[in-house]
Nanobody
């Protein structure tokens, strides 16, 4: 499975962005999908996950209530709607395909990241 993330950019504090991750080369509905992020000098951290059907979602406490993960299985795409952005959300965001979990080792396919920068 190949994954391509897009939608990152520069946004002011309190602003919004929507990230997209398009999948190809596999059966999209065979995989749970997730977003992870990595800020400079920090370890990669879990952001959100969505089950294969889209019926279940799970969020890191740091983004709960501000971010929404969704998927369109007809378009082989997963989204991350990010609202009320904070400077600490600045990171490279990557999408991943695998088993529904918050642990990165449960995801076997990774896309290249997209940079999100929140300016104050």
């Amino acid at each position: 499975v190949q994954l391509q993330a897009s939608g990152g950019g520069l946004v002011q504090v309190g602003g919004s962005l929507r990230l997209s991750c398009a999948a190809s080369g596999g059966t999209f509905t065979s995989y749970a999908m997730a977003w992870f992020r990595q800020a400079p000098g920090k370890e990669r951290e879990f952001v959100a996950a969505i089950s294969r059907s889209g019926g279940s979602t799970y969020y890191a406490d740091s983004v709960k209530g501000r971010f929404t993960i969704s998927r369109d299985n007809a378009k082989n795409t997963v989204y991350l709607q990010m609202n009320s952005l904070k400077p600490e959300d600045t990171a490279v965001y990557c999408c991943a395909a695998g088993s529904y979990d918050s642990i990165s080792t449960r995801y076997h396919f990774w896309g290249r990241g997209t940079q999100v920068t929140v300016s104050s």
